[in-house]
T-cell receptor, first 112, second 115 residues
């Protein structure tokens, strides 16, 4: 059982469409991070959300942290082929002994 | 380029063997993290060192060990290798010790194939 479950696991959409990726847990997190990983490379941090209910925007990407700090979502508006990649949420739960967890991942393909 | 270097880039070895993966963190970063990424398990946290001391331990097998040296570079030792150890191993570094408070910068990874 993974501490951070992401859905959907795979997503293939046309350029210009909108999409939402979800990251859910039964544990409370002090903060959650979102990373994007491209094939053959390491993940790169996109954003950190800290406060329950917080919404952060990064150009066409909108990140939200759930009020109870157990879940998060990533919404992409007007997806572009450059958005293609593996999206990972990550964090250390409040009672996980300093362990850092990555989510199960969402593989996004944006078709031109 | 994240500033984190990992060597070797690729490693092919046989079952039962022992290998050492090396990581040099970004200049100024005190934390080093090791991760294993495989298709069925995703990205799994193995262990973290902060300024030479072990700070957190994840799903690291007893056959695996790591250390961080005084110059802050780190090595991950994998012994009695099994086919299931084949994976991409990433090293990451950050300036501080709390991974959720500081950005982790990932290296390019070492692809280990056990035959």
């Amino acid at each position: 059982t993974q501490l951070l479950e992401q859905s959907p696991q795979f997503l293939s959409i046309q350029e210009g469409e909108n999409l939402t990726v979800y990251c859910n847990s039964s544990s409370v997190f002090s903060s959650l991070q979102w990373y994007r990983q491209e094939p053959g490379e390491g993940p790169v941090l996109l954003v950190t959300v800290v406060t329950g209910g917080e919404v952060k925007k990064l150009k066409r990407l909108t990140f939200q942290f759930g009020d109870a700090r157990k879940d998060s979502s990533l919404h992409i508006t007007a997806a572009q082929p450059g958005d293609t990649g593996l999206y990972l949420c990550a964090g250390d739960g409040l009672n996980t002994g300093n362990q850092f967890y990555f989510g199960t991942g969402t593989s996004l393909t944006v078709i031109p | 380029d994240s500033g984190v270097t990992q060597t070797p880039k690729h490693l092919i070895t046989a079952t039962g063997q022992r290998v050492t993966l090396r990581c040099s963190p970004r200049s100024g970063d005190l934390s080093v993290y090791w991760y294993q990424q495989s298709l069925d398990q995703g990205l799994q946290f193995l262990i973290q060192y902060y300024n030479g001391e072990e700070r957190a331990k994840g799903n690291i097998l007893e056959r695996f060990s790591a250390q961080q040296f005084p110059d802050l570079h780190s090595e991950l030792n994998l012994s009695s290798l099994e086919l299931g150890d084949s994976a991409l191993y990433f090293c990451a570094s950050s300036v501080g010790g709390a991974p959720s408070s500081y950005e982790q910068y990932f290296g390019p990874g070492t692809r280990l194939t056990v035959t």
